[in-house]
């Protein structure tokens, strides 16, 4: 269905298969000035989505849209136990489409790597969020049926016929039959899932027989190769550890590529042919590689569209609601985060695995 890029690989522990992508080499341009263009990314920007956002399921409970709203941010419903930590309003929806946006240059243009046949039947996309991923899949293979699920119903009114969504919690017991999906894509879920060995389970038992499963994750500390980003750094000081200790307070990791908690979920749940491929996502222009640089300006973007959005809530969880300081913090990262002399970057990890013909 889609071509793996072309990577050199090696035989891992585990049976894995670890490759490095098609990703050159992260070298920094030459920069004439330390800053982006402030025009684009000066402030948490306004989203401009359009309002056709409804539920495609047959039927909404009223309390599955009584978000919660927090500093004017809303929030999924509290009929879910979930604990996620971003908003699901527009301005969060908007950086979603980028991130999707970005994830696709990434891998070529290509909407996943795992080795999927191309007459499969049924796709489900666990955490659809404005479910375009799961619409880009429907417009490419008409007769195959894609479903959907996540929190809240923040997806388009008017989709392909092929396309359907739910509302659906994946931390909680799946309701799909054993064997039902040809395909199952998880992505960007850290941060939302205490037990990963469960997810994948779950996912093993609705996986249909030679069908494959494709996870990807992103650790979220920024790192440096060159040491661009010094200790005293916000990015250092705040951005770093607030997740980590977030991670403590909520049980919930944001740790899932330094922790492996793909590649051990995959494993014990009974997976072979297991992948694991890994990348380096710049965070801002500062790439000599076209490619890269265009990523890691839309990396830029997504954070500087949402910066509030990603950190009100752990801030409030990890500093404490009242406790001032939040904004000239945000006013400072945004200011490391746009500078071209930093040169950062997040891990970026897919896991792929089929499911045995016999189980």
């Known amino acids: 269905m889609a071509d793996q890029p072309a990577a050199p690989s090696v035989q891992s522990t585990a049976q894995q298969r670890e490759t490095g992508g098609s990703q050159p080499e992260l070298i920094p341009a030459p920069h004439a ?45 509290e009929k879910h136990e979930s604990k996620y930590f971003a908003p699901n309003d527009e301005q969060q929806m908007h950086s979603q489409d980028i991130t999707h946006h970005y994830l696709t240059i990434l891998l070529d243009d290509k909407l996943f790597l795992a ?26 293979y008409p007769n195959t049926e894609v479903t959907g699920t996540d929190l809240s119903p923040t997806q388009p009114l008017w989709v392909p016929p092929n396309v359907k969504f739910e509302i659906d919690d994946c931390t909680k017991e ?8 040809d395909f199952i894509h998880i992505r960007y879920l850290f941060g939302a899932i205490a037990d990963w060995s469960a997810l994948f389970r779950q996912a093993f038992r609705c996986c249909k027989p030679g069908g494959w499963v494709q996870s990807c994750e992103c650790d979220v500390e920024m790192c440096s190769d060159d040491d661009t980003i010094k200790e005293d750094s916000v990015i250092n000081t705040f951005w770093n550890p607030l997740y980590k200790e977030l991670s403590k307070k909520l049980g919930l990791s944001f740790q899932v590529l330094e922790k492996r908690l793909q590649n051990k979920g995959f494993e014990e749940a009974g997976f072979v042919d297991i992948t694991e491929v890994n990348y380096k996502l710049p965070i801002g222009g500062w790439p000599l ?21 990603y950190t009100l809530v752990p801030w409030n ?7 001032p300081g ?10 490391e985060l746009r500078s071209k002399s930093i040169h950062g970057y997040m891990k970026v990890r897919y896991v792929y695995g089929r499911k045995p013909e016999s189980t």
């Open 33 to 77: 000035e330390d800053e982006q263009d402030d025009d684009l990314y000066e402030t948490d920007a306004d989203s401009s989505l359009g309002d056709e956002t409804a539920s495609s399921t047959n039927s909404v409970t009223a309390s599955i849209l009584e978000y919660r709203t927090i500093k004017g941010r809303t929030y999924h419903s």
């Open 115 to 140: 080795p999927v046949k191309k007459d499969i039947e049924k796709v489900l996309d666990v955490g659809t969020g404005t479910g375009i991923w799961a619409i880009d899949v429907g417009d490419q």
């Open 174 to 181: 799946w309701t799909w039959a054993s064997d039902t999906f």
């Open 289 to 309: 590689d076209p490619k890269m640089s265009e990523i890691g300006n839309l990396t830029l973007l997504t954070m500087m569209n949402d910066l509030e959005g």
């Open 317 to 323: 969880i990890v500093h404490g609601e009242n406790t």
């Open 326 to 335: 939040y904004q000239e913090t945000l006013a400072f990262l945004r200011k």
